[in-house]
């Protein structure tokens, strides 16, 4: 599965994530292996685009990269024993604590799988809270620029000026 970029844009926007300019392509390889109702899903994702840095609003890369990406899917309800999962509580309605392998689960419903969903939340998952196009990215000039404009550096510039120097 390949999404160029269109859909990549189209798919984080209707997450609220605003894409720079750039190419950007997001793309799933994987084997399914199929076990009674069960459905295992070996692969690996990769995705590469660009959102704007929070420091000075250029292009910061944002790379995906999952070279060992393994999920089950089952129909709903159902146990994953079996295929490498944790042990379910055999529809008892027990409350148990969620282990890691617990998450690489996802439900199908006996005809169709939806490996949108794993890409976008792929997609999602790798975005920085504050995205750096550089560990030496400045940031804006914002006393030059306000001067530019007409307006007066604010006193903080000067102090701040002081602890850079």
């Known amino acids: 599965m390949v999404w160029g970029s269109d859909r990549v844009r189209e798919v984080l926007a209707a997450c609220g994530v605003e894409l720079a300019e750039g190419a950007c392509e997001a793309r799933l390889e994987g084997h399914l292996t199929r076990r009674s109702d069960k459905v295992l899903l070996r692969g690996e994702a990769q995705a590469r685009y660009w959102v704007p840095c929070s420091r000075c609003l250029e292009p910061a890369v944002i790379t995906v ?50 490996l949108e969903g794993l890409l976008r939340e792929l997609l999602v998952l790798a975005l920085p809270i504050a995205p750096c196009c550089g560990e030496g990215c400045p940031g804006p000039d914002v006393p030059e620029a306000m001067v530019e404009a007409g307006h007066e550096a604010p006193a903080w510039s000067e102090a701040l000026a002081r602890l850079k120097s």
Not at 97 to 113: A, F, K, Q
């Open 65 to 114: 990269a999952e070279p060992a990406l393994q999920l089950c899917f089952v129909p709903p309800n159902a146990d994953c024993q079996g295929m490498g999962q944790g042990e379910r509580d055999g529809g008892a309605g027990l409350e148990r604590e969620l282990e890691g392998e617990d998450l690489e689960v996802s439900t199908h419903d006996g005809v169709r799988i939806d």
